[in-house]
């Protein structure tokens, strides 16, 4: 399937949640606070990224995907923000958009975890990529009467 078809079958599931008024699709990534971003120009950094991006939450973490010999970026991403809210807010209204010309395509993470990079990681990398990033479920105790 390519990316505008992707984009276009994205914004119908959207459309049909508003239209229903039953159990939204995004529910089924409740516990992954991830997003992938594809058809990103090559020039952006991840700064320029999180510009874009952070207008919809505190972003935890990305991983733009580089050339391992030029260092180049492939055009592709994954964002980690600090809830899961924030993900569909970023999916309902960035995916299918227009930036530097092209038309990325924004879509839900259900199970990512970051690569593992030796000794390169710092603390909160590696912290991420032993406990992930999604919301943590609470736990409430009943009080007995």
Not at 30 to 47: C, H, N, Q, R
Not at 65 to 78: L, T
């Amino acid at each position: 399937m390519n990316a505008m078809t992707n984009v276009k079958n994205v914004l119908k599931l959207s459309a049909t949640d508003l239209k229903g008024g039953k159990k939204s699709w995004h529910d089924m990534y409740k516990d992954s606070a991830w997003i992938f971003v594809g058809g990103l120009p090559y020039t952006l950094t991840e700064g320029d990224i999180i510009c874009v991006f952070s207008q919809y939450g505190e972003i935890v973490n990305i991983n733009l995907i580089r050339d391992k010999s030029s260092g180049k970026s492939k055009g592709f991403c994954f964002i980690c923000y600090e809830d899961q809210r924030s993900t569909i807010l970023a999916v309902d209204n960035l995916n299918g958009i227009k930036l530097l010309g092209r038309t990325i395509r924004v879509d839900h993470v259900a199970d990512y975890k970051p690569p593992k990079e030796n000794e390169k990681m710092d603390e909160e990398t590696l912290r991420l990529y032993i406990e992930g990033c999604a919301p943590k479920a609470v736990v409430q105790k009943k009080e007995r009467p």
